[in-house]
């Protein structure tokens, strides 16, 4: 990431509760997929044009596959290609 491309930078805490209602197999996969749904709604970016950091991956994937966190906080940082990339703080 290059300092003169970024646009935009927003701090955004996301709750991953509704990974809780899904069988206990899937809710890593399933907060994962909540963080870009979030990400998406608030940067109106397409699913494909957002980017996640894997050490945000390894934070989910932490507790093991069954017990992800209930919220994360990410830094959000669109650039001027119209990439959205997600990032620890």
Do not use: C, Y
């Not at 491309?5 to 509704?18: M, Y």
């Not at 899937?26 to 996640?52: F, G, N, P, Q, Y």
């Not at 932490?62 to 119209?82: A, T």
């Amino acid at each position: 990431m290059v300092e003169s491309q970024v646009s935009e930078e927003t701090f955004l805490n996301i709750s991953l509760r509704e990974a809780k209602n899904v069988s206990r197999a899937r809710r890593a996969d399933t907060a994962i997929s909540i963080i870009r749904e979030e990400v998406a709604r608030h940067t109106k970016a397409k699913d494909l044009d957002i980017w996640i950091d894997p050490k945000i991956n390894e934070m989910v994937w932490s507790n093991g596959r069954k017990n992800p966190q209930s919220r994360i906080r990410v830094r959000i940082v669109q650039l001027q290609d119209g990439t959205t990339e997600v990032i620890v703080p």
